[in-house]
């Protein structure tokens, strides 16, 4: 089935410092890719729509200065979280609708296996 | 969208079926009805979705009432590693994007 790589798993960075989380889709192309934030004992947050080609969209409440989203080919999608500070430090996940598992209508998502940041 | 609303906790013993329940009973007509996954530290995993009949495939079976108002994923012989937060997802047709609620945080033990 379709996979979707998600790197780095972990990353540890100073404060201040800025991180790049690389999403690609494998052996389909994803003209749109999902970036979702989850904090520790809750659900995921939808953090942008990532459009290749095109700006992303943002969530209301996203600061979309800081979290820098860039989808330069129909495989992959980056995350750069710019100036991390330790409020950053969260689980970054990305998602890409599967080519084949919807039915009619349907959209299914295939997601990364997640990047863990912590900012120090 | 429709809301849905699933127990927060449910615990079942391992071999046995596991039967989860959502409620969605502000359905539309052209909503879908999607189960994610998601183990410890992991991402999501998508399991099953439906519009009207019952699906089943290797993973589970959705099983959705006759009025679309609710619906139950079943995993017939649960695992250990079946343990993870289960999310019951309701979007329209055409649309990509799924937000996800709590979800049932499944606990399979021996």
């Known amino acids: 089935g379709a996979v979707v790589s998600q790197h780095p798993s972990r990353v540890i960075c100073k404060s201040g410092t800025s991180v790049k989380i690389e999403c690609r889709s494998l052996d389909f192309q994803a003209t749109t890719m999902f970036w979702y934030r989850q904090f520790p004992k809750q659900s995921l947050m939808l953090m942008a729509t990532s459009n290749e080609g095109s700006k992303a969209t943002y969530e209301q409440g996203v600061e979309k200065d800081k979290f820098l989203i860039n989808h330069a080919s129909l495989t992959l999608s980056t995350l750069t979280v710019t100036s991390a500070h330790p409020e950053d430090s969260s689980f970054y996940i990305c998602s890409a609708s599967s080519p084949g598992q919807g039915s009619s209508g349907a959209n299914v998502l295939t997601f990364g296996a997640g990047s863990r940041l912590t900012v120090l | 969208d429709a809301k849905t609303t699933q127990p927060p906790s449910m615990d079942c013993a391992e071999g046995r079926a596991a039967n989860l329940p959502c409620n969605h009973s502000t359905i539309s007509g052209n909503e879908y009805v999607y189960w994610y996954r998601q183990i410890h530290s992991q991402g999501p995993q998508y399991i099953i979705h439906g519009l009207k009949n019952n699906e089943t495939n290797e993973m589970a079976s959705l099983i959705i009432t006759e009025d679309r108002k609710s619906s139950t994923l079943i995993l017939p012989h649960a695992t250990l590693r079946d343990t993870a937060v289960y999310y019951c997802?309701?979007?329209?047709?055409?649309?990509?994007?799924?937000?996800f609620g709590r979800g049932t945080s499944l606990i399979v033990h021996p």
């Open positions: 997802i309701v979007r329209p047709g055409g649309s990509y994007i799924p937000t």
